[in-house]
C-alpha cells in the first residue's frame, strides 16, 4: 500500500538558515510527488511538484527513488515560510489513470524565527 | 485569480442528523474532490468526481456519504446520518488536469 511519512511534526530553524523538512514514501509504481504549504489562515496550495523540477520560493525537492524520499530544501529559509508542509503521493487507480487521489504525510509544522 | 469556494466554514449538529457541505469548485475544472483532515490526523481522500459520477473513493466514504453536482456549479458532500467521529475539517478540491486546488475548508462539529 502507498504510503507518505514526514517523520519531524516540528521544525524549528533561524532565519538565514537551510532548511530541509523530510518525506519517505513507499509506493510500488511510478510515484507523482508533491509539496503543499498551508500558511496560517490560508488554503492548501501546490508548493512543488516533482516532475516539473523548478524551484518555487526558493524551494527545491529532488525525487531519490533509491531512497524512496522527496525531501523538500531551502538554503535560507525566511520568516515568511513558516507553515504547514505537507507531502503528498498521487497514485493512479487500476485502470491506470490518476485522478487526483493524493495520500498526504502528517505535516510539519515549520517555524522561522528572527 | 479563481478560488474554490466553501460553505459553511463552520457546522455544528448533532449527531444522527445530516448534513451537507457545499463547495464551488473552480469553473473550467473537470474533477472534483473530497478530503478530510480529523483533528491531529492526516489529510484522507474521501471520493472523486468527474464526469457526473464517482470515479473513486476510500473505505471512509461508506454509505452514509453521498456527492452530488446538482446544478453544474455545486459540488455537495452529504453525510446521512452523522457520527462523533466524523467530526473533521472537510476539504473539497477541484482539478483541470494534475495539480489540485483546495477550498479553506468546512469544519465539521458532531456533539
Known amino acids: 500500500a502507498q504510503r507518505v511519512t514526514q517523520p519531524e511534526k516540528l521544525l524549528s530553524v533561524f532565519k538565514g538558515a537551510p532548511v530541509e523538512l523530510k518525506c519517505n514514501y513507499s509506493y510500488s509504481g511510478s510515484p507523482e510527488l508533491f509539496w503543499y504549504v498551508q500558511y496560517s489562515r490560508q488554503r492548501l496550495q501546490l508548493l512543488l511538484r516533482?516532475?516539473s523540477r523548478e524551484s518555487i520560493k526558493g524551494f527545491t525537492a529532488d525525487l531519490n527513488k533509491g531512497e524512496t524520499s522527496f525531501h523538500l530544501k531551502k538554503p535560507f529559509a525566511q520568516e515568511e515560510d513558516s507553515a504547514m508542509y505537507y507531502c503528498a503521493l498521487n497514485w493512479p487507480n487500476a485502470g491506470g489513470t490518476s485522478y487526483g487521489k493524493l495520500t498526504f504525510g502528517q505535516g510539519t509544522i515549520l517555524t522561522v524565527h528572527p | 485569480e479563481p478560488e474554490v469556494t466553501q460553505t459553511p466554514s463552520h457546522q455544528v449538529t448533532q449527531m444522527g442528523q445530516e448534513v451537507i457541505l457545499r463547495c464551488v469548485p473552480i469553473?473550467?475544472?473537470?474533477?472534483f474532490y473530497w478530503y478530510r483532515q480529523i483533528l491531529g490526523q492526516k489529510v484522507e481522500f474521501l471520493v472523486s468526481?468527474?464526469?457526473?459520477?464517482?470515479?473513486?473513493k476510500s473505505e471512509i466514504f461508506d454509505d452514509q456519504f453521498s456527492v452530488e453536482r446538482p446544478d453544474g456549479s455545486n459540488f455537495t458532500l452529504k453525510i446521512r446520518s452523522t457520527k462523533l467521529e466524523d467530526s473533521a475539517m472537510y476539504f473539497c478540491?477541484?482539478?483541470?488536469?494534475?495539480?489540485?486546488?483546495f477550498g479553506e475548508g468546512s469544519r465539521l462539529t458532531v456533539l
Open positions: 468526481f468527474y464526469n457526473n459520477e464517482i470515479s473513486e
Open positions: 469553473s473550467n475544472h473537470l474533477y
Open positions: 516533482h516532475i
Open positions: 478540491a477541484s482539478s483541470r488536469e494534475g495539480e489540485l486546488f
